[in-house]
């Protein structure tokens, strides 16, 4: 009896998510009485699926067919469904990125056996599986009880640090073949666009946020400025995105990007817990609020009580001044 | 063009989320109610469809009766029928969820004749399971692409396909699929409408269809909801107005951010 983990990557490049999947699975596999395997999907798989004993694998299936070369969710998700019915797998997990929780959502659909999305940790021990599970983006924990003989789930992404295991195992590479129609085909990539190189909102070491407080898309300049002198990028609340004031892919948050910078300079951002759960990954946080009461103020480690107006320009007036 | 569009009504929490003594649900006591953010966007992107197109949008729900209101919300920008699937219990497990939109759909299709699109969000915004959209497209046995920024019915298309674009890091994959598709949309693939004057008054005239089903539950069990652990800081107040500056910039210098 095995655990299959499913394990994304992009032409041979595996995906750190996946060894944080093989890295929560291989405690949870053993605690189940089960056997770890790894599967890895379309072109590039062997590349991709080399060195997954040391996170404890006993078998890397890679799965190949013609129709498969990109990602594909329904391609992906029928693959793993066929391979869970062949070797007879009693439980999936993945990594919960936007495509690993697409692949076993797509895998339990087409079963049609429950798929606990996102946990934080799992009880294998009982005769019912418990597990608790992120709701609302990270503000809020469910425990639930899954009836099923079969279990699916995904590991919410960065709940685990991935890290090879104490023991490894022989990951041997197993080819495997699914049977594939047409019709699993109709959503696979038919093409792919770049847009940006470098520093983006989610790798930024320093964003240089704004909320309604700045009050208009052109109040955003002196932001801009901030950001440009700290090599940062300015970021901002759904409630700008909601005005039209900055782009969508501005936003920090729930529904936005998830920032993890050594400091996020939080203006004129009242503090939201939807706004939160995208913020509380950076190291340090400044707020900078006229209200002293707001909860981006009590939930940072530094804060300035004034108008970001006035306070904004004169950092970046000092900044320079330091510069020389 | 006809066109559904799957929405969730979600409590709208501010400062910090509560739950109530039984641990059931959030405790919405002196809180609003809205439409999960991605699926506002869903109903945007449904209403700009058919104003290019022509066609009807299609707004359901599976909820408690005050889901009223979140349809009644979307004729105010634009939709055009509504359908309340009504329960009693706080919420419905993602398979019994599925299952019932599903039987819904099925039912309007049989007399009106299949949608072109169905739109779900990515994932709803409070239970977050990531798969009801694609639970239903499969028992409808139409293709679905998540996570969609932008949907395109002309430019190169082939008549009956429908080009999807999918955020990646730093830019999007294309999807070309074939009608009757369907897609879950993310915030951020068009900015929504606020509601006019006459879209007020329509949403008042709005017909709301109500259709009762019964399904079995599914295996995932709600036992409780909690808040996790929060590290809780002690802030530091490096000063009032400008004058704070000096001591803003100290605090950088220390951080190593000042190159
Ligand atoms: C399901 C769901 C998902 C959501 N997802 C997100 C998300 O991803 N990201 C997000 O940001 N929000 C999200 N929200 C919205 C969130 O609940 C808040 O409405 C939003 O974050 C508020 O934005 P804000 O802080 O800019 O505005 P407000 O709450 O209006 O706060 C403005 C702040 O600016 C301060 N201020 C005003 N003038 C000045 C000045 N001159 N100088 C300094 N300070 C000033 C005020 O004191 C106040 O604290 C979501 C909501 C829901 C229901
Ligand atoms: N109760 C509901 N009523 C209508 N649509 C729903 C409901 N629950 C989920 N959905 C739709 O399914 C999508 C995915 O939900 P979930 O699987 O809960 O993340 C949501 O974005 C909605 O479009």
Redesign the pocket.
Known sequence: MSLLVVCDHDRGSLADASLEALTFAHPLARAAGLEMAAVVIGEGAEIAGQGLGAYGAHIVHTASHPLLTDFGPEAWGETVAQLMISTGASALLACGTDRGNEVVAQAAARLDLPFVANCRSVDPTGDQWSMTRVQ??GSLLEDIDLTAEIRLMTVAHHAVEAKVAEAPAAGSLVSFSPELGEETVHTVVADRVVLTKGVTLSTAPVVVG??????SAEAFAPLEELAAELNGVVG??????NNGWRPHSD??????TRIAPDIYIA?????????W??AMAAKNILA????SE???VSRAGHAVI????Q?IPAITQEIRRRKG | MRILVCVKR?????ARINVTADGQTVDAAHLGF?T??HEECAVEEAVQLTEAHGGEVTVMTLGPVEAEEQLRYAASVGAHNFVLIPISEVDWDPQRTATALFEAIVAIEETDGAFDLVLFGNES??SGGFQVGVRVANHLGRPIVNGIKGIDLDGENVEGFASARREIDGGFEVYQVPLPAVFGVK?GINLPRYPTMKGRLASKKAVVVTDQRTVEVGGQLRLRLHRPVEQITETVILGTGPEAAPAVVDLLEELGVLS
């Open positions: 609302w983006g704004g909320g309604r407080g700045v009050g901002c609340s759904r409630a700008v995105t936003q920090v948050g729930q529904t936005g203006s004129g951002i009242s503090g939201a817990i939807q706004h759960v995208g900078i609020n006229t209200d707001a909860n981006m004034g108008d970001l107006h306070v | 979600v409590p709208a929490p501010g809205t999960s953010p915004a409070d915030e």
